[in-house]
């Protein structure tokens, strides 16, 4: 079976193209012990005004798929907090 962390990467794995293709990308960080998913945006996405929407519509969203343990994910750098 497949660890949390790769499973969470292979979630943003899955996600890195449309991110780059915005120029933009996206970095696991931690997951804290509480569950929460910790994440770094990179270019584009950092300060883009869909950020936010991005982060738990998209990202978010994908990795609960795939761990549904996780109890939410956050960008320690997201400069928009609500797009």
């Given at each position: 079976?497949d660890?949390?962390?790769?499973?969470i990467e292979?979630?943003?794995?899955?996600?890195?193209?449309?991110?780059e293709a915005d120029r933009?990308?996206?970095?696991?960080?931690?997951?804290?012990d509480d569950?929460?998913?910790?994440?770094?945006?990179?270019?584009?996405?950092r300060?883009?005004?869909?950020?936010?929407?991005?982060l738990?519509?998209?990202?978010?969203?994908s990795?609960?798929k795939?761990?549904?343990?996780?109890?939410?994910?956050e960008?320690?750098?997201?400069?928009?907090?609500k797009g």
């Amino acid at each position: 079976m497949d660890s949390l962390t790769d499973r969470i990467e292979r979630a943003l794995a899955q996600l890195r193209p449309f991110l780059e293709a915005d120029r933009g990308d996206i970095t696991l960080v931690e997951v804290t012990d509480d569950l929460t998913v910790r994440v770094e945006l990179h270019g584009a996405c950092r300060d883009c005004s869909m950020s936010y929407m991005t982060l738990k519509g998209g990202v978010e969203e994908s990795i609960m798929k795939v761990a549904p343990e996780v109890k939410g994910v956050e960008a320690i750098n997201m400069i928009n907090t609500k797009g």
